[in-house]
């Protein structure tokens, strides 16, 4: 296999190998595709091999020397199987590329972001696919904390490896850190125990939060009951994702069963919390998101905050955030897209529908934490202490909106599939023509194409940010008939197109 790269020890990737034979042992194998808008994403083996896995190291190093003062990073792993081996041969090639790595084994995403303070580096590497299928591996990177990439930084690292133009370095060297993952809780556990008496129903899938949610929430006062916290990962009950509503319903159950105060549920990798109340009701991540902003703004007046576009249009109808003078402004999803701008902006917080949640100063460092979120959930639980968490969750003004859902589409197709969809519903824009029933009042472009019609219902149209799929989600202040009425008018666009098959989880 030719190199054509005289200072990479690497042939060029290519994208079709087969198991098992000397070229699968020897050539960086690595589906173009898996280089998505902030992250990586491969099925392993079959789309990355260990080679490509170097490979793609390799190329980190190289941008980490474009990008950072030092090039030094923490490099972390979850739960999966394979995910340490995958961890050991992206350090060979970070190494080969003169990077400074420090090695903090197990860990939650959040907790290689710690680590990044704690060590005082600014890069950043995570071995970790998050909630995607067993099979899914990846990679979440950064090179200048709290920021992880964005789809600027993901076209460098592509056209690097894929072009194989990285140079060799001298000076990558390796630390192992054993103790990251004490000193992290540590961290999240130096305030005061609560003082009001809450049990929490900890869901966490089998994923790798297992290892962090209970120990660190029961250091804090706090009458834990686990729920799938075992770390399998083979997920032999659901995957690890609180956008799930299986992994809901059964955190809803099991709230019912223990009679509970909250549950929380916790993805794969840390960096994500869903919620469900005291009554067993799940509260959808944006609207928990309306709530904790409540809480802020009454601590701090004309507090601002960032919501993704999948968000409940209550950040911008609630009556108690306008009396508190709150400006929200809705931004692409996504968690290194929200991230960036609720730190570039100095908002107090975002709010991303899936569960990220990334908090400043005074609560956060600016990166999202499954932990931090919930720590936060309960402050808010001891602020109104004459009050539960179903009472706080009645206290928001009724909508009927849906859970996360993912048609699948090809990810060489669904951008197209998307466009399609933009210039469809422009054109009934354009043509008067009636969406759902009614007028479109607004069109929002940012990322895919949100409709919003006369009555305030809605919807939304995007393009999955790291799987083959779309996004769909839709809402009403109205009625759940009219949250239908959306969805049947975007699922029987979407169903005509041949591109787009089967869904996650549908209404």
């Known amino acids: 296999m030719s190199q054509d790269n005289p200072s990479s020890p690497f042939p060029i990737p290519v994208s079709d190998l087969v198991p098992n034979t000397p070229a699968f042992e020897n050539t960086p194998q690595i589906t173009p595709t898996g280089f998505r808008e902030y992250d990586a994403r491969w099925l392993f083996p079959s789309e990355i091999n260990l080679s490509g896995i170097q490979a793609l190291g390799f190329g980190l190093g190289n941008v980490l020397h474009e990008l950072a003062d030092t090039p030094a990073l923490v490099v972390g792993h979850d739960y999966r199987s394979y995910s340490q081996s995958i961890k050991l041969a ?24 710690f680590a990044q303070y704690e060590l005082d580096v600014p890069g950043v590497a995570m071995v970790t696919a998050s909630h995607n299928e067993n099979g899914w591996t990846g990679v979440k990177m950064g090179a200048n904390r709290p920021l992880t990439f964005g789809p600027d930084e993901m076209t460098m690292l592509r056209n690097i490896v894929l072009n194989n133009t990285g140079v060799s370095r001298n000076g990558g060297s390796y630390e192992f850190v054993p103790d990251m993952a004490e000193r992290y809780m540590a ?16 869901a966490c899938g089998n994923g790798t939060a297992g290892v962090f949610a209970p120990k660190t929430l029961s250091a804090l006062g706090i009458e834990t009951v686990d729920l799938h916290c075992e770390p399998d990962f083979t997920f032999p009950n659901h995957n690890p994702n609180p956008e799930d509503m299986e992994m809901l319903h059964s955190l809803s159950a099991k709230v019912k069963e223990t009679g509970a105060d909250i549950g929380f549920a916790f993805d794969g990798d840390g960096d994500r919390c869903g919620v469900v109340d005291n009554q067993g ?29 999948k968000s409940t249009g209550l950040f911008m109808t609630d009556p108690v955030l306008s009396e508190l003078g709150a400006e929200t402004v809705y931004w692409k999803t996504g968690h290194s897209y929200m991230k960036r701008h609720t730190v570039e902006t100095g908002a107090m917080a975002g709010f991303e529908k899936s569960g990220h949640f990334f908090f400043n100063a005074p609560i956060g460092r600016g ?43 090809a990810d060489t197709e669904k951008y197209e599939v998307v466009d399609r969809a933009i210039a469809h519903f422009q054109q009934c824009a354009d043509d008067g023509k009636k969406v759902a029933g009614q ?22 149209v995007r393009a999955s940010s790291n799987k083959p799929g779309l996004v769909v989600v839709v809402e009403s202040p109205v009625s759940e008939a009219r949250m239908r009425d959306m969805f049947a008018e975007i699922d029987n666009l979407l169903s005509s197109w041949s591109e787009v098959g089967e869904y996650d989880q549908k209404l």
């Open 90 to 113: 992206l350090i060979t090639g970070l190494m080969t590329a003169g990077a400074k790595v420090y090695d903090i084994g197990l860990a939650l995403s959040p907790t290689a972001y």
């Open 187 to 202: 961290d999240l556990t130096k305030r005061p125990a609560f003082k009001r008496k809450i049990k929490a129903v900890l």
């Open 281 to 309: 009701r799940e509260i959808f991540a944006d609207k928990m998101g309306v709530l904790v902003a409540r809480d802020l703004a009454a601590k701090h007046p004309n507090a601002k905050f960032v919501a993704d576009v």
């Open 367 to 409: 990166y999202d934490d499954g932990l931090v979120t919930a720590i936060t959930v309960c402050e808010m639980l001891e602020q109104n202490p004459d009050k539960s968490m179903a009472d706080l969750n009645d206290s928001l003004p009724q909508s009927w909106g849906s859970p996360t859902m993912s048609p699948y589409c």
């Open 439 to 460: 007028s479109i009042r607004d069109l929002v472009t940012v990322n895919g194409i949100r409709i919003t019609v006369e009555d305030g219902t809605w919807g939304l």
